[in-house]
């Protein structure tokens, strides 16, 4: 077959799938020419393509053709990745494509056209307009202005913090100078500053279990909380879109608000990492990806981020991801207050139990009884007095607790057997000296 241009594209990552795409090079406008596949494996591994459409071998076999790799994942983000892109070309019912059916979604990676809703937010934060649709000012009582809005309005907090004071504050300060007075329109004319809050109409969402069809603010909770603190502010200039014009479901309207509401575009703030991981973590969840996933470079692309803060912020969501999926298991996480607590109550219980004991605590990953063992040695001969050493473990991941059990315990009994026995050797007061491992429960059940 005479493909005579090959495209090949990289996969750092060792992705496990690709999508490719055939092209008939000189073709003429109106005949069949494309052909978007997926398949798992690798280029090389004699793998041609899946179409039914024989035109397709009967046309590479009498035409040149390009042969490219588009895009590497999983299997279900490709799969994903090749629906979206035939369903965009409406491939089936389109003459230039050789493709009979557009394919499906994957079982758990979702499309999402992330371009498209960056491009959104930057036509809206550059025209204060989307599609003809122009702002509104709507004036409020002063007293009432925070109700009124929450009885309207849904509000979307994209952010990683509930606000950042500092823009509240100098949008307030704006509205309350001597020439503004809470007016939108004169901040506009003397000032420049145009205050926007966005507005989609026609969202669903899940609230407490109840599907609510709402009007959800996706961009301007500055402006909002600037002007409930503010003396004088009693205007809101919306940008309300329809949701004819907007399109858009609850998962994607997150993702907008996050492109409305980068932090480099915000008055007076630095790019925030923690807002970026916050979309990425949000983008990850709903759409089924992972921290590997093209569509994540994607958006650490769209968010201007360089290639240190790339590789920084990847690594970051992998643990988040990789800890948010284990809180919504029965795995019994300790990196919080009430973890730490438990942890608390179980070391005085075991200290009642054993009166004479040095209890040390920690995360199976960092404990290191070798260690412990120096500094109970040092208070020994300071003269402390123990006939006993524990150590009470939590364990962060069932991937730590196995490697502990399997590789460090069987070592780390023998090796503090022999040390405990060597300090009843060393020191007359102690007359015997045994250790215990005590391991925290690790599923949630476990603690019922």
């Known amino acids: 077959m005479p493909i005579i241009n090959r495209i090949l594209k990289d996969n750092p990552e060792k992705h496990e799938a690709f999508v490719y795409m055939y092209k008939k090079l000189n073709a003429n406008p109106g005949e069949k020419q494309f052909y978007c596949g997926f398949h798992k494996g690798d280029p090389g591994d004699n793998y041609s393509h899946t179409s039914t459409d024989d035109d397709l071998d009967l046309d590479i076999s009498k035409h040149n053709f390009e042969h490219e790799i588009l895009h590497w994942g999983t299997m279900d983000e490709m799969r994903t990745k090749e629906y979206s892109i035939l369903k965009s070309a409406n491939a089936r019912k389109n003459p230039e ?19 498209s809703l960056s491009q959104m937010a930057d ?50 300060s704006w509205l309350d100078k001597k020439n503004v007075l809470g007016s939108i329109k004169t901040l506009y004319e003397k000032e420049k500053i145009n205050l926007i809050v966005v507005v989609l ?65 915000q008055p007076g703030e630095t790019s925030s990492e923690q807002s970026i991981i916050k979309q990425l973590v949000t983008l990850c969840e709903d759409y089924g990806h992972d921290s590997k996933s093209e569509a994540v470079l ?33 795995w019994k996480s300790y990196d919080n207050d009430d973890g730490r607590a438990e942890i608390e109550a179980v070391k005085n219980q075991l200290k009642l139990k054993y009166p004479n004991s040095r209890i040390f605590t920690s995360s199976s990953g960092y404990c290191e009884p070798g260690k412990s063992l120096i500094v109970m040695h040092k208070e020994i001969e300071g003269g402390m007095y123990y006939d006993k050493i524990i150590w009470i473990l939590h364990h962060p991941t069932p991937e730590a607790e ?29 007359k015997n000296m045994d250790h215990l491992f005590f391991p925290m429960p690790t599923m949630k059940s476990d603690l019922n």
Request: a positive charge.
């Open 123 to 172: 036509d809206i934060k550059e025209n204060n307009s989307y599609k003809g649709i122009q702002p509104i000012i709507k004036v409020f009582e002063k007293k009432y202005l925070r109700s009124e809005i929450k009885k309207l309005y849904t509000r979307l907090q994209v952010r990683f913090e509930d606000q950042i004071s500092s823009n509240s504050k100098q949008i307030s």
């Open 402 to 430: 196995q490697t502990w059990t399997a590789d460090y315990l069987p070592n780390n009994k023998k090796f503090v057997e022999m040390v405990c026995e060597a300090m009843t050797t060393k020191f007359s007061k102690i």
């Open 298 to 330: 994607e958006c650490l692309d769209l968010n201007e981020c360089d290639p240190a803060k790339k590789t920084r912020l990847k690594k970051k969501l992998a643990i988040l991801l990789k800890k948010n999926r284990l809180s919504n298991t029965l």
């Open 97 to 115: 494509w050789y493709n009979k059916t557009i394919g499906a979604e994957g079982k758990s990676v979702k499309e999402i056209d992330l371009l």
């Open 201 to 265: 109409e026609g969202i669903t969402i899940i609230e407490n279990g109840v599907v609510k069809v709402v009007d959800l603010i996706v961009g301007g909770n500055h402006t909002l909380d600037g002007t409930f603190a503010s003396k004088h502010g009693k205007e809101i200039q919306f940008l309300i879109i329809p949701k004819d014009k907007h399109g858009l479901d609850y998962n994607s309207a997150k993702q907008l608000g996050s492109f409305l509401n980068k932090p480099d575009k």
